[in-house]
């Protein structure tokens, strides 16, 4: 919201302003905006009627190559090589119209792009895959201090999630009980070795937070329309 001030007469005239990250509810009464409340976008429709198949994905990673994203993502990818772990990343790594960015992206990245699957996906598509994977990566954009809409789709998926810290959490979705987070590229590294070889731990947690996300879309639209603050 911070660099997008040109809406604020807008927000004023509006019958109720949702933000989803927390800092921005703080933000906006700064600049008399008072009909704003906490409201993190949940996960989309098509993980309520998700299939769970066979977990044979040992991390899979689904997002736009930001740069704090890369630099986690290519230690991880030479530990992957290392320990025979299967990989799986999907977003849109480079622009296929222009073949020489496939080639610089190989240069610079050479571990991570043995991974890539080079591609934007629906919602239904990402559901699939998370149905598969043991444990979903989530890296959010350094911008962002809250839950990304991803945060509640890899847990109502029931993979276990390993993500950033985050400022602020949503009801009983936090780290050691619905997931876990790291803070480096060593600390995911370990912990990923750790849950693979610790199934039951990380089941755990999957369960539980498969079994307390309340955060859909239309759950969140309905808090929105309500002003209800129950997150």
Same mark, same amino acid.
């Given at each position: 919201v911070s660099e997008h001030q040109d809406i604020l007469p807008y927000a004023k005239q509006a019958y109720r302003v949702g933000c989803f990250e927390y800092c921005d509810v703080a933000y906006l009464k700064e600049y008399d905006v008072h009909n704003v409340i906490y409201c993190p976008i949940g996960y989309n429709e098509a993980y309520e009627y998700m299939e769970v198949g066979s977990r044979d994905i040992d991390i899979v990673f689904v997002g736009s190559p930001f740069k704090n994203r890369l630099c986690m993502l290519e230690p991880l990818a030479k530990e992957a090589c290392r320990h025979n772990w299967r990989l799986e990343i999907y977003g849109p790594f480079w622009e296929s119209m222009y073949f020489w960015k496939r080639w610089i992206f190989k240069y610079k990245y050479p571990s991570l792009y043995k991974f890539v699957h080079n591609e934007s996906l629906l919602p239904e598509k990402v559901a699939e895959i998370y149905g598969k994977a043991k444990i979903c990566l989530n890296i959010h954009d350094e911008k962002h201090k809250s839950p990304n809409p991803r945060f509640f789709e890899i847990i109502k998926s029931g993979?276990?999630?390993?993500?950033?810290?985050?400022?602020?959490?949503?009801?009983?979705? &936090?780290?050691?009980?619905?997931?876990?987070? &790291?803070?480096?590229?060593?600390?995911?590294?370990?912990?990923?070795? %750790?849950?693979?070889?610790?199934?039951?731990?990380?089941?755990?947690?999957?369960? %539980?937070?498969?079994?307390?996300?309340? %955060?859909?879309?239309?759950?969140?639209?309905?808090?929105?329309?309500?002003?209800?603050?129950?997150?």
């Open positions: 993979a276990m999630q390993l993500c950033d810290a985050r400022g602020n959490y949503v009801g009983n979705l &936090f780290p050691k009980k619905a997931l876990d987070v &790291f803070s480096d590229e060593k600390s995911l590294i370990s912990m990923i070795q %750790y849950y693979l070889e610790n199934e039951s731990k990380r089941r755990i947690l999957a369960e %539980y937070g498969k079994n307390n996300v309340l %955060y859909s879309m239309r759950y969140s639209l309905h808090c929105l329309l309500e002003g209800i603050i129950d997150f």
